[in-house]
């Protein structure tokens, strides 16, 4: 399993832009699919975007398609959330989360990814 911190959280007001990034520890950093799920208050948690060990291909949940583009650069073991024009229903603790897969797809399930991170606070004001 790799150890993920996220970092890049905080509070923006809506229209505004974040980056979000995840560090992976490890050397295998490349054999896993990297995700970044969202949890609001009183919600589950809940997709947001995945990709692949090469980074070639991407999956969107439809709320954030357009607006939110990850990105991976294994030499750097990291993981990047680029989140624009943000609206206040982003508001949530996003966690990053790695997935080790036999073959080289971007999922969505939730149970798929073995490890988490602790999570960043976003919060959007309106």
């Known amino acids: 399993q790799v150890q993920l911190v996220e970092s890049g959280g905080g509070l923006v007001q809506a229209g505004a832009s974040l980056r979000l990034s995840c560090a992976a520890s490890g050397r295998t950093f490349m054999n896993y699919a990297m995700g970044w799920f969202r949890q609001a208050p009183g919600k589950e948690r809940e997709f947001v975007v995945s990709?692949?060990?090469?980074?070639?291909?991407?999956n969107y949940a439809d709320s954030v398609k357009g607006r939110f583009t990850i990105s991976r650069d294994n030499a750097k073991n990291t993981v990047y959330l680029q989140m624009n024009s943000l609206k206040s229903e982003d508001t949530a603790v996003y966690y990053c989360?790695?997935?080790?897969?036999?073959?080289?797809?971007?999922?969505?399930?939730?149970?798929?990814?073995?490890?988490w991170g602790q999570g960043t606070q976003v919060t959007v004001s309106s």
């Open positions: 990709i692949n060990w090469s980074g070639s291909t991407t």
């Open positions: 989360a790695a997935a080790r897969l036999s073959a080289d797809w971007a999922p969505r399930g939730r149970a798929l990814f073995g490890s």
